[in-house]
């Protein structure tokens, strides 16, 4: 579903945009771009997608290897989500004695999901990360002599997507976990209220207070509104000072992922409202290499081709950019719509660019060229820390009963 994307006049001061999109066939040509959606150019490039090899060749492993991987991924996934979900509910309580505590809490049980999807793409989907940047992230991105990138993004930002596959935040929670300070325990997932009545991972997204969307405006508005209020709520220190608490507001203006049916509604969109409708976006991507012209991320790049039979893509691309609210209409609707749509159109520009060449510009200022390094946490150990905070209920817990039993004793 098309909408229109949101204003956000209480958000804090630096909007982050990510892009990313996918790799030419031989035969694309870049005039390409101006034919329309049922044209025999663009239906001759999607049947050869239907018909072409998977992006990433065959699969690394076999029907019984890819089972054994299945199991195996969705055992460590719902044990760890379930871990992290029970820690959630032991701190409930935390809620109605100090909501400062509360929300911290959760902050650390929202680390421990970050740690999750990043150890769980690290084994199961390694690929390269390729990473780049104009000259508004100068300084900002860096790697360490362990191969891993460092960011140092501020640590109140919004972070506005674009939207190809189910598993496009993965990668995103991923950034904040690289950042310095980490931020893995401070992202805010703007998300369909569908996703609520998931069981175990839709309650914890309501601990993790991301805010579900119904696409109705009457029901949306207030429910945003409360959100965001809570996110610039400004907290005391111990020292008198006022402050804000860390925040990464993610939100993906398209309001879903890139599919045939999204973009005939794009186009629909576009005609309504008098504009051009784009190439590689939908109105308000993340390129994964190998994705010919025509074609969609979603289908090849499936949880089953990605995480059980070894076929992840080949890298994943971002480019980042960063804008100052001041530089942004925030106070008026309609010139904002236009701002956000101009800076839709300057990534499908680059987006034609990596289609073309199989690459977005290399860093503006800094690191030369693209960082490349892959999704993984520092020490191999740390998915331990998602099982810590539990064991330690327990530990506590049984010394509260052996203390308890040896009173009852004497």
Same mark, same amino acid.
């Given at each position: 579903m098309i909408r229109e994307p949101l204003l956000l006049p209480t958000l804090p001061s630096m909007t982050t945009t990510s892009e990313l999109r996918r790799r030419p066939n031989g035969n694309a040509t870049s005039d390409s771009d101006d034919l329309p959606l049922a044209s025999p150019g663009v239906v001759d490039a999607m049947l050869n997608v239907q018909h072409a090899g998977h992006p990433s060749g065959k699969a690394k492993y076999g029907w019984i290897m890819s089972k054994f991987r299945a199991f195996t991924a969705a055992l460590y996934f719902f044990t760890a989500s379930l871990v992290v979900h029970i820690t959630q509910f032991l701190g409930a309580w935390f809620y109605f004695v100090n909501r400062d505590l509360y929300y911290a809490y959760m902050a650390v049980t929202k680390e421990s999901f970050g740690l999750l999807i990043?150890?769980?793409?690290?084994?199961?989907?390694?690929?390269?990360?390729?990473?780049?940047?104009?000259a508004s992230v100068a300084g900002q991105l860096s790697l360490t002599p362990d191969g891993r990138v460092e960011c140092a993004f501020p640590d109140r930002m919004v972070m506005i997507a674009n939207h190809q596959i189910y598993t496009d935040w993965l990668y995103l929670w991923w950034v904040?976990?690289?950042?310095?300070?980490?931020?893995?325990g401070h992202i805010y997932i703007i998300l369909k209220?569908?996703?609520?009545?998931?069981?175990?991972?839709?309650?914890?997204?309501? @601990?993790?207070?991301?805010?579900?969307? #119904?696409?109705?405006?009457?029901?949306? &508005?207030?429910? /945003? !509104?409360?959100?965001?209020?809570?996110l610039k709520t400004k907290h005391v220190g111990p020292d008198g000072n006022d402050y804000l608490n860390p925040?990464?507001?993610?939100?993906?203006?398209?309001?879903?992922?890139?599919s045939d049916n999204g973009r005939v509604k794009s186009g629909l969109w576009a005609d309504k409202i008098g504009v051009?409708?784009?190439?590689?976006?939908?109105?308000?991507?993340?390129?994964?290499?190998?994705?010919?012209r025509g074609g969609y991320g979603e289908?090849?790049?499936?949880?089953?081709?990605?995480? @059980?039979?070894?076929?992840?893509?080949? #890298?994943?691309?971002?480019?980042?950019? &960063?804008?100052? /609210? !001041?530089?942004?209409?925030?106070?008026?609707?309609?010139?904002?719509?236009v701002w956000l749509r101009e800076r839709w159109y300057e990534k499908d520009a680059l987006l034609?660019?990596?289609?073309?060449?199989?690459?977005?510009?290399a860093?503006?200022?800094?690191?030369?060229g693209h960082i490349e390094t892959e999704v993984r946490t520092q020490y191999w150990w740390e998915f331990l820390k998602i099982f810590a905070w539990l064991g330690s209920f327990g530990f506590f817990l049984r010394a509260i009963v052996r203390f308890l039993n040896r009173f009852a004793a004497s």
């Open positions: 990043t150890t769980l793409t690290h084994w199961w989907a390694p690929t390269v990360i390729r990473i780049s940047g104009d904040g976990y690289t950042n310095s300070p980490r931020m893995h209220e569908s996703l609520k009545w998931i069981p175990i991972i839709g309650p914890g997204c309501m @601990f993790f207070s991301f805010i579900f969307m #119904s696409r109705k405006m009457a029901v949306d &508005r207030p429910r /945003l !509104a409360h959100r965001l209020q809570k925040m990464w507001l993610l939100l993906f203006p398209e309001g879903t992922n890139l051009k409708d784009m190439a590689h976006l939908m109105l308000p991507r993340m390129a994964y290499e190998g994705v010919p289908e090849y790049f499936t949880l089953s081709s990605t995480f @059980f039979q070894g076929r992840p893509p080949k #890298s994943v691309n971002l480019y980042w950019r &960063r804008f100052a /609210l !001041a530089d942004m209409p925030l106070h008026d609707q309609a010139a904002f719509d034609e660019q990596y289609v073309t060449t199989g690459r977005f510009p860093n503006g200022a800094g690191v030369k």
